[in-house]
């Protein structure tokens, strides 16, 4: 059987000219392409650093975290002082929920490069999902010291001072990541989560509907809303953003379950 003429003329090619045409192609978003070439130059020279990390952001893109990880993995074989590379093998990781492992290169990679603010935020989130919040928080911190315009970090750090229990402050690193990025649609709605834990739920109603109206397709503000108006004693309410949860997202088991419970509170008015 013949060969497709791409594909001979990916194996036929200089592998730099192949490498630089991956990254031209990677560069406009044709993924398809780039990670054909990005595999043919692998298949060439497995050492080859750059295509290993190229292709293995392209498996990030694509959620396909095993295979980010193992060639992140290789990469780090090839060059273990990469910063980068430590940094994108942590995060695969933690995408595989493989975080403690995840917290290991993402302080590997602050070891090599102090100031990589992005491990410095992402090292933060593996340690808020391991629970270990004091740390996370001190980590949002310093990834702030040194970018303090970083609205993720400074919405990350909102959610850990929530989780412990700190929602006044919170709330104002929230709204600072606001001021920073007005239509921080995830913002808004953990505004609506702190305002609820502090008993505000009329508030909180108006929060994840500032988040609805950035972003319509949020299943999670419709079910917060559900349980807030349920919290309130307004079942009836609540309904109707139960189910505009589940047309948005189907099997989302949260929001049929708070359903349920609201057309039962209905029923037994």
């Known amino acids: 059987m013949s060969q497709p003429p791409f594909q001979s003329k990916i194996r036929a090619g200089d592998p730099l000219q192949v ?25 060439a020279d497995g050492r080859h650093f750059d295509s290993l990390v190229r292709l293995g952001a392209i498996r990030l893109q694509q959620a396909r975290f095993e295979e980010a990880a193992a060639l992140f993995g290789r990469a780090i074989v090839v060059d273990r002082n990469s910063a980068e590379a430590h940094h994108h093998l942590a995060f695969a990781l933690s ?61 990350n750090l909102g959610n850990a001072l929530h989780l412990l229990g700190r929602d006044e402050e919170a709330i104002a690193h929230y709204d600072k990541a606001l001021a ?5 649609a995830e913002a808004h709605w953990n505004i609506g989560n702190a305002l609820r834990a502090l008993g ?5 109603i108006g929060s994840y509907k500032r988040a609805l109206e950035i ?16 919290e309130l004693g307004r079942a009836g309410e609540a309904i109707a953003h139960y189910e505009q949860a589940i047309a948005i997202k189907p099997d989302y088991v949260d929001a049929h379950v708070n359903l349920d419970g609201a057309l039962r509170a209905v029923a037994g008015a």
Not at 26 to 39: F, I, K, P, S, V
Not at 200 to 204: F, M, T
Request: proline fraction near 4%.
């Open 180 to 184: 920073i990025r007005p239509d921080y």
């Open 200 to 204: 505000r739920g009329e508030e909180a």
């Open 19 to 43: 490498f630089l045409q991956a990254v031209a192609f990677h560069q406009a978003g044709r993924l398809q392409e780039a990670e054909q070439l990005y595999e043919s130059v692998i298949t």
């Open 95 to 155: 995408g595989l929920q493989r975080l403690d492992e995840a917290v290991l290169h993402y302080e590997r990679a602050l070891l090599i490069e102090p100031d990589f603010v992005e491990a410095r935020n992402n090292l933060g989130h593996a340690l808020q999902m391991l629970g270990r919040l004091d740390e996370a928080t001190a980590h949002y911190q310093a990834a702030l010291a040194i970018r303090p315009n970083y609205a993720e970090a400074r919405n």
């Open 215 to 230: 972003r319509s397709n949020y299943p999670e503000a419709h079910n917060s809303i559900g349980n807030t108006l349920l």
